[in-house]
Nanobody, 132 residues
């Protein structure tokens, strides 16, 4: 099973920035994309941003478009999420998710932001707290 380790969370004021990182132990055969989810207290875990392994296809959930940027360094199996102009509603636990197969990526890219947890391996999460 792929091991994922996230880092980079913290507490910032509204308008601030954070950069999340995710280190993966490996890419398994059939991995098509990977990305970030977040879960606020009392809410479902929702997709935030995804990138395919080739790096040419990226998808953002509408609330973060124009503020968040996903990127990767494939040979180092590193995934990043640069978060700018943070808002209090961005407060959540952020999770890296991989590997995501073609069917799961197609769902996510179609705007289905919620997936069954057994469709991916998950990191332990990193907390992002944005105060107003």
């Amino acid at each position: 099973q792929v091991q994922l380790v996230e880092s980079g969370g913290g507490s910032v004021q509204a308008g601030g920035s954070l950069r999340l990182s995710c280190a993966a132990s490996e890419f398994t055969v059939g991995t098509y994309c990977w990305g970030w989810f977040r879960q606020a207290p009392g809410k479902e875990r929702e997709g935030v941003a995804f990138i395919n392994i080739g790096g040419y296809s990226i998808k953002y959930n509408d609330p973060v478009k124009g503020r968040f940027t996903i990127s990767q360094v494939n040979d180092k199996k590193l995934l990043y999420l640069q978060m700018n102009n943070l808002k209090p509603e961005d407060t959540a636990m952020y999770y890296c998710a991989a590997p995501l197969d073609f069917q799961t990526c197609r769902l996510l890219y179609s705007g289905t932001w919620y997936i069954s947890p057994d469709r991916a391996s998950w990191g332990q999460g990193t907390q992002v707290t944005v105060s107003s």
